[in-house]
Nanobody, 124 residues
Framework: HVQLVESGGGSVQPGGSLRLSCEASGDFSLMYWMGWYRQAPGREREGVAHIDRNGVEAFADSVKGRATITRDNAKNTIFLQMNSLIPDDTGTYYC???????????????????WGQGTQVTVS
């Protein structure tokens, strides 16, 4: 079993920055990839940024150059730093993890198996 707890959401002005955190607990063999998805009202859930246990990263085209993802394996925590925020970044951000050893290209377009409850980010 896996538990994921997100923190750090809130309201941000356009051009601002945010930092989200996700702490994981449970069976760490199920956490090869960890990452972030987001979903805005009326839109499909999309992968934002993922990182595997070796530090390989994957980003959605919409956030490349604006997002940084880091992972602390000792603390089972990942962080998402996003800069130059735009209103389209608004949504509920979910932390997720999966034990499958995807390639980066497959990971960003896959749906991970284990999910947190989500944290709201509003850019306006």
């Amino acid at each position: 079993h896996v538990q994921l707890v997100e923190s750090g959401g809130g309201s941000v002005q356009p051009g601002g920055s945010l930092r989200l955190s996700c702490e994981a607990s449970g069976d760490f063999s199920l956490m090869y990839w960890m990452g972030w998805y987001r979903q805005a009202p009326g839109r499909e859930r999309e992968g934002v940024a993922h990182i595997d246990r070796n530090g390989v990263e994957a980003f959605a085209d919409s956030v490349k150059g604006r997002a940084t993802i880091t992972r602390d394996n000792a603390k089972n925590t990942i962080f998402l730093q996003m800069n130059s925020l735009i209103p389209d970044d608004t949504g509920t951000y979910y932390c997720a993890t999966d034990g499958r050893p995807f390639t980066a290209r497959v990971a960003i377009s896959s749906i991970f198996r284990y999910w947190g409850q989500g944290t709201q980010v509003t850019v306006s």
